[in-house]
């Protein structure tokens, strides 16, 4: 019986590190975008390269690994060298590749990943095989026997996973953890209920949290606390927006909890929100309360981002903790 169960996209990524880019930002009082600019026509030398897996059910994967629980990956891949890499990469983290699923029919997913001189990043994503995981993939039997399932953003034909695996989860007492993807956005509050009445933590970014749940940005923390109750009310027992470098929010029905982002020297911010969603529900698997865990997941993030790529940083459970002891922060209001 695997400890929890992670489902989502399992990728080759291709690190670019390129300190010659320009951001080019638009803002007006509710909204600020920003662009990553490279000359058009140009031919641009690189600062780095570096080659590694990722893809949202593989970095968490890794974590949950680190961290001490016995973890499978669920998705497709392609019977293709790339497939191969993945297998070999999630194997050296002890993570068991049992439940990959090898297509003959599409390839494998593959990323090109542009960090800028910030540290941020703008991703090249085509998700391939992991786009086609359907039911008859689902290995039910072994699913309905996990401590829990942490589902990640799933695209195309493979989003209508989604909700079955959410709902046969809860129905077999198995934890359930979300990070929705746009295609799980796009259904709204009332297009996720079903989810959430099963969910046992869920995580999103600011923009993601406004986007679902249709509240307006506002200055000061009364926009966020709208959303985290709305959340919780909609039955998700514990809830999480992280913020960036602000740090992240969290509820639990009783109270809500403000954890700062730990100081460290940003290198790179690919993976910080696996990292850290991963690390929290680690904790929670743990016994960990919900503002306890988000320690956690904020020392694993800041850890992630300090070294470049998804993984490379991913701290083990006493290392986390360490690290959480020795840099205090953060507060239950």
């Not at 300190?19 to 690189?46: C, M, N, P, W």
């Not at 191969?84 to 049992?98: E, F, G, P, R, Y």
């Amino acid at each position: 019986m695997f400890d929890i169960i992670t489902v989502g996209s399992a990728t080759e990524d291709v690190f670019v590190n390129l300190d010659d880019t320009q951001i080019v930002g638009f803002e007006d009082k509710d909204h600020k975008v920003e662009y990553l600019a490279l000359r058009y026509g140009a031919k641009i030398s690189v600062d780095g390269i570096t080659l590694d897996t990722g893809g949202g059910a593989v970095n968490t994967a890794a974590t949950f690994a680190a961290m001490g629980l016995e973890t499978a990956v669920l998705s497709k891949i392609g019977r293709d060298v790339t497939g191969k890499h993945i297998i070999q990469s999630l194997a050296k983290c002890s993570v068991d590749t049992s439940l990959l699923i090898e297509s003959d029919e599409h390839p494998s997913g593959y990323s090109v990943i542009i960090t800028g001189f910030t540290g941020d990043r703008t991703i090249l994503v085509y998700r391939g095989a992991a786009t086609d995981l359907c039911k008859q993939d689902i290995p039910w039997e072994q699913l309905a026997q996990a401590g829990w399932l942490y589902t990640g953003s799933m695209q195309g034909p493979s989003a209508a996973m989604f909700e079955r695996l959410a709902i046969f989860a809860g129905e077999h007492n198995v934890k359930v953890a979300i990070n929705p993807g746009s295609t799980q956005l796009k259904s709204g509050m009332a297009g996720l209920a079903d989810v959430f009445a099963c969910t046992t933590a869920v995580f999103l970014n600011r923009a993601e949290a406004y986007e679902l749940t249709g509240v307006a940005p506002q200055r000061g923390p009364t926009d966020e606390r709208r959303m985290l109750r709305m959340l919780h009310g909609a039955g998700c027992q514990n809830v999480v927006i992280t913020v960036g470098g602000e740090g992240s929010w969290g509820y639990d029905g009783r109270s809500f909890y403000t954890i700062p982002a730990y100081p460290t020297e940003v290198t790179s911010t690919v993976g910080a929100g696996d990292a850290y969603a991963a690390g929290c529900v680690a904790g929670l698997h743990k016994g960990l309360s919900l503002n306890a865990a988000m320690r956690i997941g904020a020392a694993n993030a800041a850890s992630v981002v300090s070294k470049f790529g998804a993984k490379e940083g991913i701290l083990t459970w006493s290392a986390a903790q360490e690290f959480v002891a020795v840099h205090r922060g953060g507060s239950a209001q």
